[in-house]
């Protein structure tokens, strides 16, 4: 079924069809899981709300990327209850990719939307590996009763694909057993803080077609004060970006998520600075 435009575009003030797109912004705006910090639910429209206050010219890539057409599809339905909610968005993934040539950008809500947003690239795309940056391992199995949780979202897919994962520095000592091992390489924070080894590190380990899920807690809490569970300690805005650079300039990235913006009642930094990263990622890609 055609993809409707959401009400308000992201940076666009007007809306154009899915088929003059480069890219399609997704909001995938769920919230069930969450165990500490709440609001994710809120953080797709804050993000594009926030996004019409960016310049269109980006100043680091020379580009004005909204030129190349960027598509916003209406919200995701959220409310499915979970066993129904999983395999829908799958299914509407899977329909995005036959339909479209954009490339997808899906804002989320809660990091666990990775788990449906993933198996439609992986039938797609042979040998994909994933780029995950994030202050959390999420390889659990599953968190408070449910392998749907936030807690557990690459970990269904590092089970079949290389799975990189940088930013870390949170690991459960039920999750232990699986960074850096099977297909997971896990790069804790405090060990690769030479970030010019990091770069040739994760280029050298990663598949020529990659996968990128960005929670923004991978940032540290100064960048992104707005995020459920904030970890000390993370990447500043240069640092994280340089690598993003190197991995869109290097290799094909066939899709993005952002999730776990949080945003905070009077502080708009988090969803102005998640609005940011995702165009300049546009502009990387385009």
């Known amino acids: 079924m055609p993809f409707k435009p959401a009400k308000k575009q992201f940076v666009l003030r007007k809306r154009i ?8 912004v997704v909001p995938v705006p769920y919230e069930k899981t969450t165990s500490y910090g709440q609001g ?23 580009t004005e990327t909204w030129k190349k057409g960027i598509f916003t599809a209406a919200p995701v339905n959220c409310a499915l209850p979970e ?3 999983f395999p829908a968005l799958e299914r509407t993934v899977e329909e995005l990719l036959a339909s479209s ?3 997808p950008f899906f804002l989320g809500g809660e990091h666990s939307v990775t788990q449906a947003l993933l198996p439609p690239f992986i039938k797609r795309h042979k040998n994909l590996s994933i ?8 390889l659990r199995v599953s968190y408070e009763g449910s392998r749907h949780s936030h ?31 099977g297909h997971v390489v896990t790069h804790l924070m405090h060990e690769n803080l030479n970030f010019a080894k990091l770069e040739r590190d994760i280029l050298r380990e990663l598949t020529d077609t990659v996968y990128l899920t960005i929670d923004v807690d991978g940032f540290d809490p100064s960048v992104m004060p707005g995020t459920g569970t904030p970890q000390p300690g993370g990447f500043q805005w240069h640092e994280a970006l340089k690598l993003f650079k190197a991995v869109c300039s290097r ?3 066939v899709g993005v998520d952002v999730v776990e913006v949080a945003p905070i009642k009077g502080s708009p930094i988090t969803e102005f600075n998640a609005a940011k990263l995702m165009y300049r990622l546009m502009g990387y890609l385009g």
């Open 251 to 253: 290799k094909k990235v």
């Open 151 to 181: 807690a557990c979202a690459v970990y269904p897919a590092s089970r079949t694909n290389k799975v990189v994962q940088i930013g870390i520095r949170s690991v459960g000592a039920d999750e232990r057993q699986f960074h850096n091992a």
């Open 101 to 103: 040539k954009a490339l």
């Open 40 to 62: 994710t639910r809120r953080g797709p429209a804050a993000v594009i709300d926030a996004s019409w206050q960016l310049e269109l010219w980006d100043e680091e890539t020379g």
């Open 83 to 85: 066993n129904k909610f």
């Open 17 to 24: 069809e899915l088929k003059d797109a480069a890219f399609a």
């Open 131 to 138: 780029l995950h940056f994030d202050a959390h391992a999420d």
